[in-house]
């Protein structure tokens, strides 16, 4: 079973930094695109960051040259750097990935997997 376990969010005052990781766990064959999204109450779930199996990212406007997101292949790691942060940035950052797996039963398969969300609150 494919599992996404994020981890480092935090209390951060603004202008700080905190940086994000996200274990992919499970019979990983390949991980796909890594993507980070966040959700504040009683907004819609909001792409933060996305980076491709060859590294090629995209951004959300609202974190452009403030967020940066990295990835290990070899330890099937996500990561998200975020720099200057602000009030309006606090939210539950999820991890997301397209990933191809092997079941049990010998059987490739691909699915697009949700961690649990790790919750960033940036405030004085």
């Known amino acids: 079973q494919v599992r996404l376990m994020e981890s480092g969010g935090g209390l951060v005052q603004p202008g700080g930094s905190l940086r994000l990781s996200c274990q992919a766990s499970?019979?990983?064959?390949?991980?796909?695109?890594m993507g980070w999204y966040r959700q504040a109450p009683g907004k819609q779930r909001e792409l933060v960051a996305t980076i491709t199996s060859e590294g090629i990212t995209n951004y959300g406007d609202s974190v452009k040259g403030r967020f940066t997101v990295s990835r290990d292949n070899a330890k099937n790691m996500g990561y998200l750097q975020m720099n200057n942060l602000k009030p309006e940035d606090a939210a539950l950052y999820l991890c997301?990935?397209?990933?191809?797996?092997?079941?049990?039963?010998?059987?490739?398969?691909?699915?697009?997997?949700w961690g649990q969300g790790t919750q960033v609150t940036v405030s004085s």
């Open positions: 997301n990935a397209d990933i191809w797996s092997r079941t049990e039963s010998s059987e490739d398969v691909q699915g697009r997997y």
């Open positions: 499970g019979r990983i064959i390949r991980i796909n695109t």
